[in-house]
């Protein structure tokens, strides 16, 4: 069965920093693996996503993802965070042709000014 | 606008009754999803369809009840038999089954 781990339940990072947001799945094969944000009492908006190719995935917003496959990680990453980031970020993994999405428990994003 | 409605935003439901939260979208979307999120444990799959007339369970399908008859609608039941109902309801939409989910603004179900 395919799985997600989200290491860091919260994360505080000051406007302007660099931001890694950490997420590890299991899953046999190649996996599709998304990356969403919700802000409060609000729906998920897909950030990124990786299908095949190239491991280096650009997303909105300025986040970008890098798919490890030999450390079957997936984590988004930002230059400079910005505070109306402030959020929760879920990582997903989905099984290809198929319709389930396992997604982690989430990260809560705090940015201090 | 294209995109996924959920009415209503917040509902509230009496011991013993069951409520029907709505599903609307205007993708042409093949596929059609609902979740359950509470805090702390992510998102759950409730229920499914891939195509008009077809669902399927998802991983916590006891005490929900599901219909697609039209292609842009997916409403979903929560009965009386779900004993713990309070949570975040999250519809989805995929283009067809495996493609990319986009959601909805969500319903926040409560319990009198």
């Known amino acids: 069965a395919q799985s997600v781990t989200q290491p860091d339940i919260h994360i505080t990072v000051s406007e302007g920093a660099s931001l890694e947001l950490r997420c590890n799945y299991s899953y046999g094969a190649t996996p599709y693996l998304f990356w969403y944000v919700q802000s409060p009492g609000q729906g998920l908006q897909l950030l990124l996503k990786y299908f095949s190719g190239d491991t280096l995935v650009q997303g909105i917003k300025g986040f970008e993802a890098e798919f490890k496959r030999s450390q079957s990680s997936f984590n988004l990453r930002k230059p400079s965070v910005h505070w109306s980031d402030a959020a929760e970020y879920f990582c997903a993994v989905g099984a290809g042709g198929g319709n389930k999405l396992t997604f982690g428990t989430g990260t809560q994003l705090k940015v201090e000014l | ?112």
Not at chain 2, 27 to 39: G, T, V
Not at chain 2, 61 to 71: I, L, M, N, Q
């Open chain 2, 1 to 112: 606008d294209g995109g996924i409605t959920q009415s209503p935003k917040y509902l509230f439901r009496k011991e013993g009754q069951n409520v029907t939260l709505s599903c609307e979208q205007n993708l042409n979307h093949d596929a059609m999803y609902w979740y359950r999120q509470d805090p702390g444990q992510g998102l759950r799959l409730i229920y499914y369809s891939q195509i008009v007339n077809d669902f399927q369970k998802g991983d916590i399908a006891e005490g929900y009840s599901v219909s697609r008859e039209k292609k842009e609608s997916f409403p979903l039941t929560v009965t009386s038999a779900q004993k713990n109902p309070t949570a975040f309801y999250l519809c989805a939409s995929s283009p067809f089954a495996g493609e990319t989910q986009y959601f909805g603004p969500g319903t926040r179900l409560l319990v009198l």
